[in-house]
């Protein structure tokens, strides 16, 4: 099954829209993060991020983040296949509280689209890095592109 968490009321209607005869598909329109909280993001397209500045006060959209800790825990210790993250520059807290709250290793492939953003990425990239290799193999990169990572010990 699926879990579609897209935190943009337009964006999570048209996933509703895609997947409405597909039962095994469930949309939550909120975000993922590294604690529960209602914050704003700024409407810009497929590059609507919490971490872009915008100018413009009637492009922001305000919206609920869920705890990444406990969407796992509601999964009561339930393998996840694949974990696809592309959330312009919401990877790297909600990797870092994965990895402080041991959830990563609950993974057996993740697919990262790390990003240029917010402040001090690339240090929390190097860390979120060298975390990952004790759970992880990384079986390909293309930088701040793409990447992915299977469960250690699994023949690639």
Same mark, same amino acid.
């Given at each position: 099954r699926s879990e579609i968490y897209e935190p943009v009321p337009t964006f999570a209607n048209q996933c509703v829209d895609r997947f409405r005869n597909n039962k095994?598909?469930?949309?939550h329109e909120m975000a993922v993060g590294g604690s529960d909280r209602? #914050?704003? /993001?700024?409407?810009?397209?497929?590059?609507? #991020?919490? /971490?872009?500045?915008s100018g413009d006060s009637r492009q922001k959209v305000e919206v609920t983040t869920v705890d990444i800790a406990r969407v796992f825990n509601e999964l009561d210790g339930e393998r996840v296949a694949c974990l696809k993250l592309n959330i312009e520059g919401g990877e790297y807290e909600v990797l870092?509280?994965?990895?402080?709250t041991q959830q990563v290793g609950h993974c057996d492939s993740l697919l990262i689209q790390f990003?240029?953003?917010?402040?001090?990425y690339q240090e929390r990239y190097e860390r979120i890095v060298s975390a990952l290799r004790k759970t992880h193999v990384q079986t390909w990169c293309y930088e701040m592109i793409w990447e992915k990572w299977e469960i250690a010990g699994v023949s690639q």
């Open positions: 095994l598909v469930q949309v209602k #914050s704003f /993001f700024n409407f810009l397209d497929n590059g609507t #991020s919490e /971490f872009l500045e870092e509280r994965m990895i402080e990003h240029r953003q917010p402040m001090g």
